[in-house]
């Protein structure tokens, strides 16, 4: 390839998601078949700072890609933050002659990727967390495996709420974004949900349950997204009241970060780690990682950045005159495809739920 790479880094930091293993293994493997050295950085950008980091090579990352969490650990470091904290990272990068870096993580993660590119580290972001909340891929490494552990746990629940005739109100995990709760109301059968994404009828849902019950319906799920706060444990709370059906909460929570990844969070993580590296050995960087059209591609990190603030409309003055009116009209038809994906398997899950 003769490019001037001899040693890469990678990392995960931000929060943990199933599958980052699986991406640090592809990056690891992918870079040693091309010759170049791999350096591990513990704890995301911390052991960068603290220069805490292992030479891998191709038997350190043997038997790790069935592994939840991840086993170079997840940090938040907010010295990273700091021109201090940077330029120490800097240092101990040249000190081990690391010309690059693959930086697995979330969107934080990537303006820490941002930050080392622009002061001559090329980095390049791969996508995981179990939130999908990064508006410029199909899908993040995690997301799969979050679902369907809602999913276990759902039918679990589901089983004793049929044998006394009881209703649960579950929450979920994901931020700001509804994709896991949403999709998995789906998927469940959830007689109700309730996201960030969309309005939600709260007397209806109530009116409709009771209705149900006296239609001979004996079990209900009402899958809440942890977005919305503050709501699902007193709505679980107000369902027992104002229908007689019995009703529980409960929230879900870190459980849904971990377990082994699925076959769909293996692949994009794979998938995505050999391309993180090929990129990064043509020259390239500041990117981030996509799964567009099912096809596996990158856009540059600010594209990314912008586009989910244009989503969650906190764009600030200024911020898309670095683009061109094409860029923004495509940003917008993004956005707007997106809301309309969400609205329609929003309409799919009231449809199919009675
Ligand atoms: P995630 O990557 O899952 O969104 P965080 O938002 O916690 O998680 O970000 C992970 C890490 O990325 C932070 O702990 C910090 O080290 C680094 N980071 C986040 N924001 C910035 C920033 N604005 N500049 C530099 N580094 C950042």
Redesign the pocket.
């Known amino acids: 390839m003769g490019n001037k790479f001899r040693k890469i880094g990678v990392l995960t ?3 943990d998601a199933p599958g980052m293993n699986a991406a640090v293994r592809a990056v690891t493997r992918t870079a040693l078949a091309r010759g170049v050295e791999v350096m591990g950085i513990y704890g ?3 052991g960068l700072i603290h220069d805490d980091m292992i030479e891998l090579k191709a038997r350190n990352v043997s038997n790790i890609i069935w592994r939840g969490g991840t086993f170079l650990y ?8 700091t021109e201090e904290g ?1 330029q120490k990272a800097i240092e101990n990068c040249k000190k081990h002659g690391i010309d690059g870096i693959v ?1 697995i ?11 080392l590119s622009v002061r001559g580290i090329p980095t390049i972001g791969i996508p ?2 179990i939130d999908n909340d990064i508006t410029a891929t199909e899908n993040t490494i995690g997301f799969d495996t979050a679902m369907n552990t809602v999913l276990d746990m759902c039918d679990r629940l589901r089983d004793t709420c049929v044998s006394h005739a009881r209703c649960n109100v579950v929450e979920v995990m994901g931020r700001g974004a509804g994709d896991i709760a949403l999709n998995t109301a789906i998927a469940l059968g959830a007689v109700a949900v309730v996201i960030p994404e969309m309005p939600f009828d709260a007397d209806a849902t109530v009116e409709k349950i009771r209705h149900l019950r006296e239609d001979g319906k004996r079990s209900f799920l009402v899958i809440v997204s942890e977005g919305v706060e503050n709501f699902a444990e007193g709505f679980a709370k107000r369902i027992q009241d104002e229908t007689g059906v019995e009703t529980k909460f409960a929230r879900l929570a870190h459980v849904v970060r971990g377990g082994s990844p699925t076959l769909g969070d293996r692949m994009l993580a794979t998938k995505m780690g050999v391309h993180a590296v090929d990129q990064l050995l043509a020259g390239k960087s500041n990117l981030v990682l996509c799964q567009r059209d099912s096809k596996i591609t990158t856009v540059e990190i600010v594209y990314s950045q912008c586009l989910d603030r244009m989503y969650k409309g906190t764009l600030k003055e200024g911020m898309l005159d670095q683009f061109s009116e094409e860029k923004i009209a495509q940003m917008k038809a993004e956005i707007e495809q997106k809301k309309k994906d969400i609205a329609d398997l929003y309409t799919l899950a009231e449809e199919t739920a009675r």
């Open positions: 930091s931000g929060g995301g950008y911390r997840s940090d938040r470091c907010l010295e990273f933050k940077m930086a993580g979330g969107d934080g993660t990537f303006r820490g990727a941002t930050d995981a967390t």
